[in-house]
């Protein structure tokens, strides 16, 4: 019988993910083991593999549709001696769930988007997962409405609220409830534009303000922004997942956690000898050590030395690790990842910048594995490379701090009650104050400060 191809789950936490490239035509003999597909996260790309042998009988998600869901048939394979006509047969109540959705119309109003006191008499077809609508639907089912109630009529405790599933992820997104929506579609069905110019009403009442628990909603709304730049050339830039998602916990993480900042000036003279004279030495064995590599040992070894830095923020509870896996944030295009070092307290330099230089390149080609770029209690984060002096970073949760480096810049110091000229680089400590106090968190920046003053300490 025919075997389906479903969307695989590429990590623990994924839902959902963008059906990027086919590899496999409908008609393509295909073996098990072979390439399928390429699917896109918001981290990684990844390959689809076959389990099976057999026809590629039909694609069912064409590439380049998103928002493809975990376990939803996105391709059908015949055995041997199998036709097209089997698919139907077989698998046709599973096709109709997960092949690309049409856009919604704006009459009449499926029986099945209906409260069942509204629903018409005739018999209702059979419900299927509905697509994600296109703009220029939500947007003619909008144009129904004369403007945007900002408060909600009352609902009773339970009912239904249809939305459309564009207008529910944006809400999502926003942290916007739902209920709080008044809808301009039809039958009151909230739709994209209803989210984008939404403003919560303002309290009856003062009251204390609760911790937040997701991200807020946007200053302004798209259409708004629009209306402000309407007059200036410009290009539009769709967010892809990677930037969708950096834009959410960046935001949601300074909403969240309370920052606090420390700084410290660390004097890189000795450190830049040491590399100089080790590079020497590994010059025959293609090894090049970089100031990133010592900043990710000393920092490692801070962290064992420092219990109480080594943590992560676990909602209700700290979790205190006892390898030390640091973090390391690599540029990409149209965004950024953070691979991580595992143990890296245990490894000697040359190891570190062998490892780091493949994660690095492996990130660049979205080709890390989830195992790869998750984890770690501590990240690094180095812009010297571009000149810049000094920086505060934003923790990347559940992380409880990162170390912002800055360039290596000649000033003039102290030096044995002489003024002379060293090589200084600024460092930033950002601590998240639910984990480590103030004291604590100086106490972790020292440790690291003088690993980097110390650098044969690292070779011990």
Same mark, same amino acid.
């Given at each position: ?41 918001d ?49 046709? /109540?599973?096709? $109709?769930? %997960? &092949? =690309? !959705?049409?856009?919604? +119309?704006?009459?009449?109003e499926? @029986?099945?988007? #209906? *409260?069942?006191?509204? /629903?018409?008499? $005739?018999? %209702? &077809? =059979? !419900?299927?997962?509905? +697509?994600?609508?296109?703009?220029? @639907?939500?947007? #003619? *089912?909008?144009e129904? /409405? ?16 249809? @939305?459309?599933?564009? *207008?529910?992820?944006? /809400? ?16 009151g069905?909230?739709?994209? *534009? ?38 200036r ?27 606090y ?147 290596g ?29 103030g004291?604590?968190?100086?106490i ?17």
């Amino acid at each position: 019988m025919p075997i389906n191809v479903t969307m695989p789950a590429l990590s623990p936490t994924m839902e959902e993910g963008t059906l990027a490239k086919w590899l496999v035509a409908e008609g393509d003999e295909v073996r098990a083991g072979d390439v399928l597909a390429e699917i896109e996260t918001d981290k990684a790309t990844m390959e689809v593999e076959a389990v099976d042998e057999g026809t590629v009988g039909k694609i069912v998600i064409p590439e380049g549709t998103e928002g493809v869901k975990v376990n939803a048939v996105i391709a059908v394979l015949l055995e041997e001696g199998e036709d097209a006509s089997a698919i139907a047969e077989t698998a046709g /109540a599973d096709l $109709e769930t %997960a &092949a =690309p !959705e049409e856009p919604e +119309q704006k009459a009449p109003e499926p @029986a099945s988007e #209906a *409260a069942p006191e509204e /629903a018409a008499p $005739e018999k %209702a &077809a =059979p !419900e299927k997962t509905a +697509q994600r609508p296109s703009d220029a @639907a939500e947007s #003619a *089912a909008s144009e129904q /409405a004369d403007g945007l109630q900002q408060r909600a009529p009352a609902r009773e405790k339970g009912e239904r609220i249809f @939305a459309s599933p564009l *207008a529910r992820r944006m /809400a999502e997104e926003k942290g916007i409830d739902l209920a709080q929506v008044t809808g301009s579609g039809p039958r009151g069905r909230i739709v994209k *534009a209803d989210i984008e110019g939404f403003k919560p009403a303002a309290p009856e009442a003062p009251r204390e303000a609760a911790a937040p628990t997701g991200p807020i909603p946007e200053l302004l709304s798209t259409d708004q922004v629009r209306q402000i730049y309407q007059d200036r050339p410009h290009t539009e830039i769709p967010l892809d997942g990677m930037r969708r998602t950096i834009a959410t916990r960046m935001a949601a993480a300074k909403q969240q956690i309370p920052h606090y900042y420390l700084r410290r000036d660390v004097r890189m003279d000795t450190l830049l000898e040491l590399r100089r004279t080790m590079n020497r030495q590994l010059e025959s064995s293609g090894t090049k050590l970089s100031i990133n590599d010592f900043v990710i040992k000393a920092s490692a070894m801070a962290l064992k030395r420092v219990a109480h830095a080594n943590v992560v923020w676990a909602g209700d509870r700290i979790l205190q690790l006892e390898s030390a896996d640091v973090a390391v944030a690599v540029a990409i295009e149209n965004g950024l990842l953070t691979p991580v070092i595992r143990d890296a307290h245990s490894k000697g330099l040359a190891q570190i910048s062998a490892e780091m230089a493949d994660l690095a390149e492996r990130a660049r080609d979205r080709k890390l594995q989830p195992h790869e770029y998750q984890g770690g209690s501590f990240a690094i984060s180095n812009l010297g490379m571009y000149g810049v002096e000094n920086f505060d970073a934003v923790i990347n949760p559940p992380h409880g701090s990162i170390l912002a480096v800055g360039a290596g810049i000649e000033k003039p110091v102290v030096i044995d009650g002489a003024v002379g000229i060293a090589t200084v680089m600024s460092v930033t400590l950002s601590v998240d104050h639910r984990v480590m106090d103030g004291a604590e968190g100086a106490i972790f920046l020292d440790a690291i400060h003088t690993n980097l003053e110390n650098p044969m300490m690292m070779l011990a």
